[in-house]
């Protein structure tokens, strides 16, 4: 009996054993609307790194490996040929020859093809594109610093990926790249910022999402870029939360973009803070702060919301000002809009844009001002239960040509508060608004 129980324990101890090898998780990233993880997920691919030893520039690695020394490559770096292994480079570093905009060809770290590898503490400096992948998914790519390259991260058709406070700044064209049909990745916690930095005549990004849609893009950092810090182009379904955009031509651009939202995200001191040419979008709960021109800039724009954001000490705090674009059925509501030269600017006609339950609060110029510079054409804007609070005068203003612009719901109470209305021609029956349109509210709330 105690061989046999002998033999039962040394049989279970070897089951437990092969289980532990080959129970290892594979980690789907996060979609674009759920919540970010606060930590990494457990990385794909084999429990730990393999054995430490030398590898060399444009070598192929098939099974996981330890960097034991920096690698100075005359052109390509290293190409992951397998799929569920680990690179890990262990804080070492990978140099490129450093050829600038002459050469783009160079990679340093090469994943085409491949699912489930980790690449984590990797310098890479100086390729084309430092960390490549190309119609790869599941792959994790951890702590690493990229720089100086023309491209920083560059995913092309590669979607299901993780990446995870990485690094990428000094690069040229783009920082962090989501390119043609990359979707559903999560990029949390990463830097990409002084892009172009190089060339005076490039313009770059920090975080650039191409004609690809479904990512996540949650707590980053993007700052000292020469054009944006963020920029999604040509792509839907996107969401942006908690990142910080600082001192870029524009912190956040939406150009041709769609059923994209930007929740709780910084955008300060930059020329603009976002900039909006682009449709069914949602622009919630940020704070928008300090920028040069405007906080929110939009230029053919329809059917999106822009709603409980704080919009501070811009020189136009919302801006629908390209007059002969459809700038049409926008809902701007619930914000609060202080301190600029301008709250909101409506410059066009057959605009139609609902404005509600904002506050407007010692703006310089005017808490709402909407022209347009001819035609008989009405702007039908609607504007109910704001409060209007500034000097005498400068609460609203409609310019000439400006017609048909509701300023109440038709009932009492509906109307907005404004702060200088006992100074008002219209006191106490209605409000008239200042400036030579026609804007009467007729349900002022006192």
Not at 3 to 20: E, H, R, T, W
Request: charged content about 15%; aromatic content about 12%; overall charge negative.
């Amino acid at each position: 009996m105690g061989v046999f129980m002998k033999n039962c324990f040394a049989l279970v101890l070897a089951l437990v054993y092969l289980i532990v090898l080959s129970g290892v998780a594979l980690a789907l990233p996060y979609g674009p609307t759920d919540p970010a993880p606060a930590d990494p997920p457990k990385p794909p691919g084999p429990a730990g790194p393999g054995p430490a030893g030398p590898a060399a520039c444009g070598e192929i690695i098939t099974e996981s490996t330890v960097l034991t020394e920096d690698l100075h490559c005359p052109y390509h770096g290293l190409h992951i040929g397998a799929d569920e292994i680990m690179l890990d480079c262990d804080g070492y570093a990978i140099y490129g020859p450093s050829l600038g905009l002459s050469d783009v060809g160079p990679i340093g770290i090469n994943l085409t093809g491949r699912n489930s590898v980790v690449v984590q503490n990797c310098k890479v400096e100086g390729f084309g594109t430092n960390i490549y992948l190309y119609n790869s998914t599941m792959n994790m790519l951890l702590q690493n610093e990229v720089s100086r390259g023309v491209f920083g991260i560059y995913l092309d058709g590669s979607s299901y990926n993780t990446l995870f406070n990485n690094t990428a700044n000094y690069n040229n064209f783009t920082g962090v790249e989501l390119y043609s049909g990359s979707e559903y990745n999560t990029v949390k916690y990463c830097e990409a910022s002084h892009t172009s930095t190089v060339d005076v005549w490039v313009a770059g990004s920090g975080f650039e999402v191409s004609n690809s849609n479904y990512n996540y893009l949650g707590d980053n950092n993007a700052s000292y870029n020469r054009m944006d810090c963020f920029n999604l182009k040509s792509s839907g379904h996107n969401y942006l939360e908690n990142n910080l955009a600082y001192n870029c031509t524009t912190g956040f651009e939406l150009r041709l973009a769609l059923h994209n939202t930007l929740l709780g995200n910084n955008a300060t001191h930059n020329v603009n803070g976002m900039s909006l040419v682009a449709a069914y979008n949602k622009v919630e709960n940020n704070e928008i702060e300090w920028n040069d021109e405007h906080g929110i800039k939009m230029k053919v724009t329809d059917n999106n919301v822009i709603a409980n954001n704080t919009i501070l000490g811009n020189q136009i705090g919302i801006g629908i000002s390209e007059e002969f674009a459809t700038n049409n059925h926008n809902a701007i509501g619930q914000n609060t809009l202080m301190q600029n030269a301008y709250g909101l600017l409506l410059k066009g006609e057959w605009m139609q844009n609902e404005v509600f339950e904002n506050t407007f609060v010692d703006n310089t110029e005017y808490g709402a001002y909407l022209v347009k510079s001819s035609g008989l054409e009405p702007t039908l804007n609607s504007f109910w239960m704001n409060v209007f609070i500034a000097q005498p005068m400068h609460t609203a203003y409609e310019g000439e040509n400006v017609t048909m612009n509701r300023w109440d719901l038709g009932y009492n109470y509906s109307g907005n508060y404004w702060s200088d209305f006992e100074l008002n021609p219209g006191y106490p029956n209605h409000y008239e608004i200042h400036g030579p349109g026609d804007g009467i509210d007729n349900y002022p709330v006192s």
